[in-house]
């Protein structure tokens, strides 16, 4: 294994074990069953991604490493008291850029890695964050906590026009 993978692994446990806190956190924070369901799944998901790094670095396991899918993660359940007076909609919209961040992360790491399996295995990582982004942006869609503006034809046929020349081009 070679030194920047190892490297870039250890600062992920490092983060995955804020992140699965503060998600930990939220869980026991939200009553909606909804965003309750979603952090539950993030949360299985990160720990499951705690395991694939670590048998990635383990130097006695010597075989191939899957990622489980999400469909083979059991979500994490625990019974909790509310222990916090964020609202859902500030968990909700924190938790997104959290799963925003981690498929980023994800993502330009393995763009990095040299080992095959630590690059794959991060790639579906990023790939399974960016699948919780979708539903945390679908819950937040749904509870009317996000506005996506339009902007009218006007802006779009001044933009065609003013980058128009670049599909024009023949020689460089």
Request: proline fraction near 3%; hydrophobic fraction near 40%.
């Amino acid at each position: 294994m070679k030194a920047i993978d190892l490297g870039l692994m250890a600062n992920h446990l490092k983060t995955h074990d804020a992140v699965i806190t503060k998600l930990k956190r939220y869980y026991c924070s939200t009553n909606h069953p909804n965003l309750k369901e979603i952090l539950a799944l993030q949360i299985a998901v990160m720990e499951s991604h705690v395991k694939v790094m670590l048998l990635l670095i383990s130097p006695s396991h010597h075989g191939y490493v899957t990622v489980p899918t999400i469909e083979q993660i059991k979500p994490f359940q625990a019974t909790c008291q509310p222990n916090s007076s964020l609202s859902d909609q500030d968990i909700a919209l924190e938790a997104h850029s959290t799963a925003k961040s981690q498929a980023g992360d994800n993502f330009s790491s393995a763009l990095f890695m040299q080992n095959k399996n630590v690059k794959e295995a991060h790639f579906h990582m990023a790939y399974q964050q960016a699948r919780i982004l979708e539903w945390y942006g679908q819950f937040i869609k749904k509870m009317g906590w996000k506005v996506d503006p339009s902007v009218s034809d006007a802006e779009r046929i001044k933009t065609i026009q003013q980058y128009q020349a670049l599909s024009n081009r023949t020689t460089w």
